[in-house]
Structures are given as C-alpha cells and as structure tokens.
C-alpha cells in the first residue's frame, strides 16, 4: 500500500499527498506543529505528534524542528 498523507488546512481537508508533498509543506511551514494530519485511513493528529516527521522534513537544518514543533495550531479541530 502506498503512503499517502491528508491535512486539515483552513478547516478543509487537502490530500492525498505523497510523503516528499508533506515534507515540502513543512518546510514551506504550510504544515506546522498543530496541524491536524493523518496518514492513509488513520486517525487524526497534530502533525507534532508523528515521530521524525519534523526531524526528516529540517534534516538540514536541525534549528528548525523546534521552531515548527513549538507553533499552535490555528484552526478547528
């Protein structure tokens, strides 16, 4: 099964997005900490809490992840 990624944007759902997509959208900061993502058909959560998300998307830029990981999420949930 290929991985594909939604997100809650401007209280609409976006997606599917490829994995190198969500990525790119994090270092565009279209996607910060608090917001609501899910991967395939699982539940939702704050794109803080998938593991190594941040860390892959800034892997050069490590001053990065904190920044973005620290943003509040500024839709409805």
């Known amino acids: 099964m ?3 990624w ?6 609409k759902t976006e997606g599917p997005f490829k ?6 959208m994090i270092r565009n900061e279209e996607v ?3 917001t609501l993502i899910k991967k395939n ?3 939702w959560v704050p794109a803080r809490e ?9 892997k050069d830029q490590p001053e ?12 409805d949930y």
């Open 19 to 24: 994995p190198s997509e969500l990525l790119q």
């Open 2 to 4: 290929t991985t594909v």
């Open 6 to 11: 939604y997100c809650k944007l401007m209280g």
């Open 64 to 75: 990065k992840v904190r920044k973005n990981l620290e943003t509040e999420y500024q839709g």
């Open 32 to 34: 910060t900490g608090g």
């Open 50 to 58: 998938v593991m190594g998300l941040f860390e892959a998307a800034f």
């Open 41 to 43: 058909d699982s539940n």
